[in-house]
C-alpha cells in the first residue's frame, strides 16, 4: 500500500436520501420536506449528516478489500450537503505494519472545495 492518496465519489440524490432514512428510521423533515425548507431558507434537502459513515466504510472496503475489518472510525460534521451533490472520500494512509492500517480521511463537496467531514480509521488486513 502507498501513502498516496485513496479516493472515492459519489453523487446523493433524493431517492439515495430516502432509502437511507428509511433503513435508519430517521424522518426528520430537514431531509425531504419541501415546505419546511423553504420556511427556514433552504433550497434543497439536506443530506443526513450519518451518512457520510456509511460512505467512508464503502470506500474503506472497496479500497482494502471485503477482508479488511474496520476496526475504528471517527468523523465530526463541519458543513452541510445538499440533495444532488457530489460528495468526495479521500484517504491517505499514515501509518502501516503487518495486518493493519491506519488512514487520515476527509469527505469534501464542491469539487474538494468545501471541507465537510474530517476522519480517521483503522482496520485490520489479512
Known sequence: MSNGD???EWTIGLPDMIAYAGAT?????????????????LEKPVVDGQVFGAYLAIALREWFGPDAVIIGLSFR??????AGETIRCVGTVTREEPGRVELD?????????IAVAPASATLTLP
Request: aromatic share 18%; net charge positive; charged share 35%.
Open 77 to 82: 460534521f463541519k458543513s452541510l450537503v445538499f
Open 6 to 8: 485513496l479516493t472515492r
Open 25 to 41: 428510521w430517521d424522518w426528520h423533515r430537514l431531509h425531504y420536506d419541501t415546505d419546511y425548507l423553504r420556511e427556514r431558507g
Open 105 to 113: 480521511l476527509r469527505v469534501e463537496a464542491g469539487g474538494g472545495r
